[in-house]
Every structure is written in C-alpha cells, then in structure tokens.
C-alpha cells in the first residue's frame, strides 16, 4: 500500500539512500573485479576527475598533498557521494521519484566515467551499469517497504531486508577487491627473481651519505616518491607484457620481458624529479635503476632521422613525449630498482628513465608503446594540461637539517644539491642575507645524481634566515628568480628560517 500523504521519517528516508549508494559501490566493484579493477566506477569517476581537472588546481593538489593526492581525492569523492545519497533520500520522503532521478543521474556520470577512458575495455561498460541498477533498484525497493510501514511486522521486515543488503554489500564489495588482487602481479614479480646486472653501478662511496641529516644516498623503493595518474596501480604480467617499437623506424620490433631480460643489464645510479616539485620539495629521490641502454635496443629499430619525439604509452593510457636525442645518448629501459625488479607503483614490469628530464617529459611506468614521430605531430598528456614541451631538470639545492630548533653558537646545516647530466660543482650557504659561505661536498658519485652537502656556520641565539645555492660544472650559479613549478619547473633559493639556542 503506498501512502503519498504519508512522509518517510527523515533518518530512514537518508538511511534508504546511503545502502542504495553503498549497493551501488559494491555492485559495480563486484563487476569490475572480474573485468578491469579500473571500471569501478568510483575509480573511473576519480581518474575522469583527475583527467579533466584544470591544471592549477592539479598542480595545487600535487604540491600540496604530494603522494597522498590521490587518498585526498578518494575521500573528497565518499564524502560529497555521502551528502548526496542522504540529500536523495531526504527528497524522497514523500514519492521515490526524486531519489530514483537523482540515482539515475549518478548511474549516469559512472558510466560516462568508464567510456571515456582510454584504457578500459568495451566490456567495462557492465561495471557501471551494474551500480546503476543496484543503485535505483535497492533504492526504490527499501523506499517502497519503508513507506508500507503501518505495523511493527513491516518495520521488521524493512529491517530484515536492510541488514540483507548490507550484508550482501559487505560481500560483493570483499568479493570484488578478492578478484581484483587476482591478478597476481606480486606472484608475476616475485617469479622474476634477483637482476644481476652484467655492468653494476660503482658502490656508493662512504663518503657520499651525510645521513641522518640529508636523504640517505640511494633511496629505499619503499621510500621513493610517487607521482602518476593513476588511481589504481596498473597490473601488468611479466609474462604478458609486450613493448612495440614503432613510427619513424625502419624495422618495428615487439620485445617481451624475456627479450629484456636476456640482454646484458646495466645497472645505473640516477636521481629522478618531479616538474612539481617546489623549491626545498620532497619530490626527489635517487635509485639505481637496472634496465637495458634504450640505444642499445633502439639500434636495432633504426631511428629514422626526422624523428625529434620519442611518444610513449603506459599500459592505463598515459602518454609522454621525450627527445630522441636525450633516449639515445642516456635512455634506460629500466625493469629493476635496487637490486629488486621494479615495484608495481614504480613501473612493473617497465619503465624508462632518461637521467637529466623531470618524469613527465621521460619516465614513463608500465611503458608498452614507443612510437617514434614529432614533437609538432603529436602532444603528451601534460601538455595538453599547459606544461612545457621540453623539461630539462635544472639545477637546484636543497636545505634538511635543521629543523626548527637549533644549539649553537656553532649550527652544522645540511641539505642535498641536484644538476643532472652535469653534476654539482659548488654549493654556498648565507645566513640572513650576509656573505655566501662554501659548503663541504659529499663524494661525488654521478653527474646524473644529487649531491649532499654540509657546512658549520656560527650562529648566536635567535632566528636565522638560512639560504642555499648551487653551481653546477657548467659554471651556472641557479638563479634567485623565483619561478612556479608550471610551466616547465621551480626556480629560486631554497630558504630555511631555523632557531639557534
Ligand atoms: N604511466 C605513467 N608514468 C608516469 C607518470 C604517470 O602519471 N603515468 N608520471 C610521471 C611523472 S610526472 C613522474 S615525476 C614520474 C615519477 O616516477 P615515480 O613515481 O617512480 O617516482 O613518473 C612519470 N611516469
Ligand atoms: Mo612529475
């Protein structure tokens, strides 16, 4: 019997919608398990939002939230999808015509989600279809027994049937993360085995690490920074993956993992940075990356003259575009780190890295296309968001310790130093503006990785504003002109106020 005179009470109308929502999560989470765990259409929706978010409030997320970007994103996402399922149930207190509209609407924008992406299968479409039949159809089924109720049996049973779905909820949902992990790429990984490079990189020299007051000289990869689009890391089998070498070539070659693997691995010690990293940022960190020289394999190809652009694809659809020059001379095809293959979130099972360009001009994870064109036929997934063509790292210092508080009267200041392909040849510190005072050098162990330095300056008590500058062998002195990261990298001294004591 429905009563349309007869209003839901508030929480049971916002109860009826926050179990639909949740259905909805759960249903097309299930689906996606069994397809592509990017069709859930929570991600997709997360990856469409990242996609065509504007690129100043992209940019603002990266340097503000850096790695947690994307945890920050999720969470935003729940709680406004949180408002909006309780919203819809509180207009459908009378009729379930609002809330169905409003479910609908939702169910919409997921699907949209999924078909624009480009790396999800036609078949992804159920995913999404699924939450939206979940969704309008636990909503409008728990609205019409919450609004028949007339008598404690009928609130029983709305009862029932709500611990039910939720039941069933809980299921569906662990159901479809069990099957989404059953892409077994830790198993694939692991199968790998140690890569014992034939040309290992030089051992780190005792004199290179001024830990605990700087970074450790080679970053842990538990430690290393992480940027990329991608909400859920892409799972790539070992076993399955292929790399197609194509475009301005005279011979197209497919190569597989083994086709890697079996070439003589060099082993080299590289400081990989992001373009948004701030002045003093975080988003640096250093590995030696095992890989194949990108020459080596490129040799094979024949690069034909008039290409300028190495295009590359990762296997979720992200595109990069590197100059043929940089790939040639110091290009790695990297498929471990530290000893260990690559970690899934760092490029499983490959990567490139071309010391001297910031990532999103060369160092493209879970690589599977290499397209060789130019720069003028065709534009990467950052350009198109405003970022410069070309990103060369340039040379930047950093200060690490100390933090806050300080004893003098005699203060030991710390900090790291970065010019790749050129190396550091010189690092000065001043305090509160007075004269330019060099620092010690670590032991230098590539032009293509940072350098930590250290100095003691004397300091009596109070507040010190600490600066910082490098010079590179080039003879450049960076400059004080401070510059966002957009377009093409931060520019500016680093500056540090401490508190000796
Ligand atoms: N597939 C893919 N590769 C990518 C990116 C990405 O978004 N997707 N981001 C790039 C950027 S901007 C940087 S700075 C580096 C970071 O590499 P890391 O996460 O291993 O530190 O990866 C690059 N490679
Ligand atoms: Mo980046």
Redesign the pocket.
Known sequence: MEHSDNKLPAWRAALVGVIAVAAALAAGHLVAGVLDANSSPFLAVGNTAIDITPAPIKDWAISTFG?ADKLVLLSGMGVVLLGIAVLAGLLSRRSVTPGTVVAVVIGALGVIAVMVRPDLGQLSILAPVASLLAGVGVFRWLHRLAHGIEESADRRRFMQVSAGVVTGIGVAGLGGQLLAVRTDVDGSRAAVGPLTPAQPAPAVPAGADFAPATPRFITSNRD???????LSV?KVLAEDWVLRIHGAVDKELTLSYADIRNRPLVERAVT??????EVGGD?T?T?NFIGVPLGDILADAGVKPGADQLFS??????T?GTPVADVMERGLLAIG?NGEP??V???FPA??VVPGL???V??????VDMEFNRFADKEA??LKRGWAARGPIKTQSRIDTPTGVANGPKVTVSGIAWAQTKGISKVEVRADGGEWQQARLAAEVSLDTWRMWQIDMELPPGDHTIECRATDRTGYTQTDVKADPVPDGATGWHSKTISVR
């Open positions: 790695t290393f920074y992480r940027i990329d689009t991608a892409p990989l940075c992001c373009v948004s990293n988003l960190s590995s694809t990762s296997a979720d659809g992200w990069c780190m690559l970690p979130e760092h490029g990567r490139m910031y990532g999103y060369s160092a493209t994870k879970w690589v997934y950052w």
